[in-house]
Structure formats: structure tokens, C-alpha cells
């Protein structure tokens, strides 16, 4: 699979923003609409970060593959 390097900042990018966006929504839910801590703000904090933690693992890897294969190319 063939990714290139803007492809990879893009990801990098979007899971970040996913992650802010989790926080953004358990902020909302409990300082502004002052509603308790429920399983729907755990859930989807977990499943959020769980999930933008192994996708921004992934592409720092391949992004570490990538440089790796342009040194060896030179």
C-alpha cells in the first residue's frame, strides 16, 4: 500500500482533531448543558481516543517507514 507523506500528515491531523473533539463534547455536556457524568461521555471518550490512539500510532509508524525507505533510497 502506497501512502504518501501529505496523506499522512492529513491522518495525523484528523486524529488529533477527533481527540479535541471528544474532550470539546464531554466539555459541553458537562460545564455548559451541566449534565452528570453519564455513560455516553465515557464511551465515547474511549472509544475516541482508543480509536485516534491506534490510527495516529499506525501513521507515525509508517511515517518512520517511509523516511526510513527514503534514506535507503538515496
Known sequence: MI?????????IAGAIAAMIGA???AFVRLYVMNVRVDLSILL????????????????LW???Q???EELFRD
Open 23 to 25: 474532550i470539546a463534547y
Open 66 to 68: 517511509l523516511e526510513e
Open 44 to 59: 465515547v471518550n474511549i472509544v475516541v481516543f482508543s480509536a485516534s490512539a491506534g490510527v495516529l500510532v499506525y501513521l
Open 3 to 11: 501512502v504518501d507523506r501529505m496523506t499522512i500528515r492529513y491522518g
Open 62 to 64: 509508517k511515517e518512520g
